[in-house]
């Protein structure tokens, strides 16, 4: 007699384990487990770094050319354009969007060294597609690049940008890692309305 947890036998687990949907017989009761193939988390990679670059490059675009978005504004968009793209393919293929974030994950050793190549492809095609797209869009001419310039050496340039992008991987790291986080979504509210 097989052994039932929850009401679902062990050879259903081991079924849904291997991604292999089972039905009970009564219409009403699917049970799945998601297998995400290596080709659909490199285009979730592709889509969200496509719309992270097109969303945050395009409104420093739009307020360098029509002065119209302010740097409050930009700032609020390259954050809530991550945030829905973490949502939108997070399921799909851990949300790394940049380079940086998938060599971490795999230091860490919470992602395989051997899709790291691949990923970063990915995260380039997706960077570079939308750079172009908005090439497309805008009249950008050398005069008005919207890029950042260093204000002080090269030097000291560099060191502003590891130490930057240290913090990013720690904040990253810890979040992403970490069991003991805290997760803001899951814990109860502190006043009940």
């Not at 990679?45 to 395009?58: M, Q």
């Not at 949502?87 to 971490?104: D, E, K, L, M, R």
């Not at 230091?107 to 899709?115: A, E, K, T, V």
Request: proline share 4%; glycine share 10%; with cysteine.
């Amino acid at each position: 007699m097989a052994t039932k947890i929850d009401g679902i036998e062990e050879a259903e687990i081991s079924k849904m384990e291997e991604g292999v949907a089972t039905n009970k017989g009564n219409g009403d009761r699917w049970s799945s487990a998601s297998v995400v193939s290596i080709s659909q988390k490199l285009i979730a990679e592709v889509i969200g770094t496509y719309f992270i670059i097109f969303a945050g490059c395009g409104a420093v675009v739009v307020n360098k050319i029509y002065g119209s978005v302010t740097f409050p504004g930009i700032c609020v968009t390259w954050g809530l354009v991550v945030m829905v793209m973490i949502y939108t393919v997070g399921h799909i293929s851990g949300a790394h969007f940049n380079p940086a974030v998938t060599i971490t994950l795999a230091i860490f050793r919470r992602f395989p060294w051997w899709q790291v190549p691949l990923y970063i492809v990915a995260e380039l095609m997706g960077s570079i597609i939308a750079s172009g797209t908005l090439s497309l869009m805008f009249d950008v001419t050398p005069k008005a690049y919207f890029g950042t310039l260093p204000v002080g050496s090269n030097g000291q340039s560099l060191v502003a940008e590891i130490i930057i992008s240290f913090l990013l991987m720690f904040v990253i790291s810890g979040v992403a890692t970490d069991s003991r986080a805290v997760c803001i979504l899951n814990t109860p509210p502190l006043i009940n309305i």
